[in-house]
């Protein structure tokens, strides 16, 4: 017969740095899912915002295309009104950057900014071609587009990415829509659709197909349904649309004023902007899913990690050993 100590404090202590080497590996993935999922949360808010300004960026572009196509006859009062709105709606959105995250490319957008009052002028004065003003607009949205891009911070989550993609697809889809508006706005108030307005509208118009087309396929595939070519507005601008691309093969102008046509098209874009703002909406509701999911998954395994270090450390403490007796196995004698 003979005994021996054991000492469990030889057993435990390499599980302890087992389990807390698991708990850091567990609860660091946590951690980084849950950041990501608030940083999702709150940049979609600020790309909603941004959109905010694209908006009434692209109802201004168009104000302005017309006006300088009708050599300051067409749309004047409705540009004044539109410029009034845009500060407003900048001023809000701007003001909330200083008690919170701005875009990551503040410094470009602002900028831009700073030079909206020259580019006003210029439009006022009738000192730029209306092609150029177009582009400078166009330059100022596309800066805010991809401030919006860069925000909406990638996501592992299938459902969320493919809203994501389809938020971005559409959004560029609206601003293909506003270009086709100030181009529509500036045959119109001239009352000639040449050559570069035709084509510069046949290749809006299929780029605008192509985006919804990307954007319904991503909408579909997340288990939601965009079907925006089914609104009640599309028709009546579609419409228009065609008889104006056709007056650019040698038909008839559409009898419609600068005015109407912008109108039509305004009605189109807002049925866009309502759908984008469903998206962000969906966007928004699945990404604060997220970060709470993320944060109670942090704490269910945080508290399973302490429970296990907690068990550990009884068994440690209970006492440092104990004897142990074996007795040999007797043999025949």
């Known amino acids: 017969m003979f005994a021996f100590r054991t000492d469990r404090r030889i057993f435990v202590l390499p599980l302890i740095v087992v389990i807390l080497l698991l708990g850091w590996k567990v609860l660091g993935t946590l951690f980084?899912?849950?950041?990501?999922?608030?940083?999702?949360?709150?940049r979609t808010y600020l790309a909603e915002r941004l959109n905010d300004i694209v908006h009434q960026l692209q109802r201004e572009r168009g104000y302005s295309s017309g006006y300088l196509a009708s050599d300051g006859r067409a749309l004047t009062d409705e540009l004044a009104a539109q410029r009034r709105l845009t500060d407003e709606v900048v001023g809000n959105v701007v003001s909330e950057w200083a008690v919170a995250d701005g875009p990551r490319n503040a410094d470009v957008i602002e900028a831009r900014l700073d030079e909206l009052q020259q580019w006003r002028t210029w439009v006022d004065a009738q000192s730029i071609a209306?092609?150029?003003?177009?582009d400078v607009y166009t330059a100022f949205i596309s800066d805010l587009?991809?401030?919006?891009?860069?925000n909406i911070v990638a996501s592992p989550e299938d459902r969320l990415r493919l809203l994501i993609e389809a938020s971005q697809a559409l959004a560029q889809a609206k601003d293909t829509a506003?270009?086709?508006?100030?181009?529509?706005?500036?045959?119109?108030?001239?009352?000639?659709?040449d050559a570069e307005l035709h084509l510069t509208l046949v290749s809006l118009a299929a780029?605008?197909?192509a985006f919804l087309e990307l954007a319904e396929g991503n909408v579909q595939g997340s288990g939601w349904h965009l079907a925006v070519n089914q609104s009640e507005n599309f028709a009546p601008m579609d419409r228009v649309r065609r008889d104006l691309i056709a007056a650019g093969y040698g038909g008839s102008m559409p009898d419609i004023s600068a005015e109407s046509w912008f109108a039509l098209s305004s009605d189109w874009i807002n049925a866009?902007?309502?759908?984008?703002?469903?998206?962000?909406?969906?966007?928004?509701?699945?990404s604060r899913?997220?970060?709470?999911?993320?944060?109670?998954?942090?704490?269910?395994?945080?508290?399973?990690?302490v429970l296990a270090l907690l068990f550990v450390f009884a068994q440690v403490s209970d006492r440092p050993?104990?004897?142990?007796?074996?007795?040999?196995?007797?043999?025949?004698?």
């Open 32 to 42: 980084a899912d849950r950041d990501r999922a608030e940083l999702v949360e709150s």
């Open 145 to 150: 587009l991809e401030a919006a891009e860069l």
């Open 272 to 286: 866009l902007r309502r759908a984008e703002n469903q998206l962000a909406s969906e966007i928004a509701d699945l």
């Open 207 to 209: 780029q605008e197909a």
């Open 289 to 305: 899913e997220a970060a709470q999911t993320a944060t109670s998954n942090l704490i269910s395994n945080g508290l399973q990690v």
């Open 178 to 193: 506003g270009l086709q508006r100030a181009t529509g706005a500036a045959a119109f108030a001239s009352q000639d659709m």
């Open 321 to 333: 050993g104990r004897a142990v007796s074996q007795t040999p196995t007797q043999g025949a004698a």
């Open 130 to 134: 209306r092609s150029e003003v177009v």
